[in-house]
């Protein structure tokens, strides 16, 4: 075997109390972000400059200026796109806050 394989083979597995270790796996969660970003981008007429790096750097600019982390903007996104599929209008509220009684919703997002 080259090094390489060995390398590559040793990557693959975490080391005990790595962060690795400690955050849960959510496929259907991770790259979420980006694509709402593109799709929302596309719906609103943009999309002959849609290419894959314009909505990456979309939901990058995004991501810094809601001083949000690039999970916190999956998740965020996840949960629009799953609030969309089963219906339901969309809500938001501010970290810390109740959920009020009457929701805010918005058919673009």
Request: glycine share 8%; proline share 10%; hydrophobic share 30%.
């Amino acid at each position: 075997e080259s090094n390489g394989s060995i390398a590559a083979e040793r990557l693959s597995y975490s080391l005990p109390g790595s962060p690795a270790d400690r955050r849960p796996n959510f496929p259907g969660v991770i790259g979420s972000a980006e694509s709402l970003v593109g799709r929302v981008l596309v719906e609103q007429g943009l999309g002959k400059v849609c290419d894959p790096d314009f909505v990456r750097y979309t939901s990058r600019e995004m991501q810094e200026a809601l001083d949000m982390t690039q999970e916190e903007m999956d998740r965020a996104a996840h949960r629009i796109l799953l609030q969309e599929r089963q219906g339901r209008p969309l809500s938001f509220q501010p970290p810390g806050e109740k959920p009020s009684s009457n929701p805010v919703s918005s058919p673009h997002l």
